[in-house]
T-cell receptor, first 112, second 114 residues
Framework: DAKTTQPPSMDCAEGRAANLPCNHS???????VYWYRQIHSQGPQYIIH???NNETNEMASLIITEDRKSSTLILPHATLRDTAVYYC?????????????FGQGTRLTINP | EAGVAQSPRYKIIEKRQSVAFWCNPI?????LYWYQQILGQGPKLLIQ????????DSQLPKDRFSAERLKGVDSTLKIQPAKLEDSAVYLC????????????FGQGTRLTVV
C-alpha cells in the first residue's frame, strides 16, 4: 500500500499561491492521488483527485509528476479561509472497495 | 443535497459507561466510513461498509467497539465500555461508489470520557 509524506506545516501570504507538496514514491499504477482538507472543528472536505494527468477545479490544481512519485496541490490565490490541515491520500483497492486512509497532513496557515 | 448527518454533536461520559453514535449518510451512497480523530492527529479509519456489508474493520477495537449499518442506510457506532483514551471526534463519511468518487463527511461527534 502506497504511503504519503507531507511537510507538517507551511505558511503562505494571503493572495499568493500556496503550493503543498506530497511524496508517494511507492504508488502503484492504478492508485489515485486525493487531496482533502480539514478546517478547524469541521469534517474533512474533498478538494481534488487525479490519476496521471494534471487536474484543475474551482478550488485548486493538482500537478502529478510524470513518474507519479510526487504531486503538488496548488491553491492559486490563498485566502484566510484556506487555513486548514491538508491531507494527501493515495487510495488502494480492497475487495473492490477503496479504503480512504489519512496521514498527518500539512497544517497550512495563511497569513494576512 | 442534504449532507451527512451525525448525532449527537457532543457527548460526555464516565469511563466504563457505554455510548452510541448515529450516522445518516447522503441518500444513495453505498459506502459508509467511521473514523476516530484524536486531537492533533489525522482521522483513523475504524470501519468501512459497502451497503450493509463490512469491507474493512481491521482497525476497529472489537473488544469494545461495534458498528452496524441497518438495511444499508443508517449506521450506529457503539463503545462499551468506554476508556479515557476513547476521547476523540468520531467522524462519519459516505460516498456514492468506489472508484474515484469523493467522500462527504459529517460534522462529527466529540466524545469526552472522564
Amino acid at each position: 500500500d502506497a504511503k504519503t509524506t507531507q511537510p507538517p506545516s507551511m505558511d503562505c501570504a494571503e493572495g499568493r499561491a500556496a503550493n503543498l507538496p506530497c511524496n508517494h514514491s511507492t504508488i502503484s499504477g492504478n492508485e489515485y492521488v486525493y487531496w482533502y482538507r480539514q478546517i478547524h472543528s469541521q469534517g474533512p472536505q474533498y478538494i481534488i483527485h487525479g490519476l496521471k494527468n494534471n487536474e484543475t477545479n474551482e478550488m485548486a490544481s493538482l500537478i502529478i509528476t510524470e513518474d507519479r512519485k510526487s504531486s503538488t496541490l496548488i491553491l492559486p490565490h490563498a485566502t484566510l479561509r484556506d487555513t486548514a490541515v491538508y491531507y494527501c491520500i493515495v487510495r488502494f483497492p480492497l475487495q473492490g472497495a477503496q479504503k480512504l486512509v489519512f496521514g498527518q497532513g500539512t497544517r497550512l496557515t495563511i497569513n494576512p | 443535497e442534504a449532507g451527512v448527518a451525525q448525532s449527537p454533536r457532543y457527548k460526555i461520559i464516565e469511563k466504563r459507561q457505554s455510548v452510541a453514535f448515529w450516522c445518516n449518510p447522503i441518500s444513495g451512497h453505498a459506502t459508509l466510513y467511521w473514523y476516530q480523530q484524536i486531537l492533533g492527529q489525522g482521522p483513523k479509519l475504524l470501519i468501512q461498509f459497502q451497503n450493509n456489508g463490512v469491507v474493512d474493520d481491521s482497525q476497529l477495537p472489537k473488544d469494545r467497539f461495534s458498528a452496524e449499518r441497518l438495511k444499508g442506510v443508517d449506521s450506529t457506532l457503539k463503545i462499551q465500555p468506554a476508556k479515557l483514551e476513547d476521547s476523540a471526534v468520531y467522524l462519519c463519511a459516505s460516498s456514492f461508489r468506489d472508484m474515484g468518487t469523493e467522500a462527504f463527511f459529517g460534522q462529527g461527534t466529540r466524545l469526552t470520557v472522564v
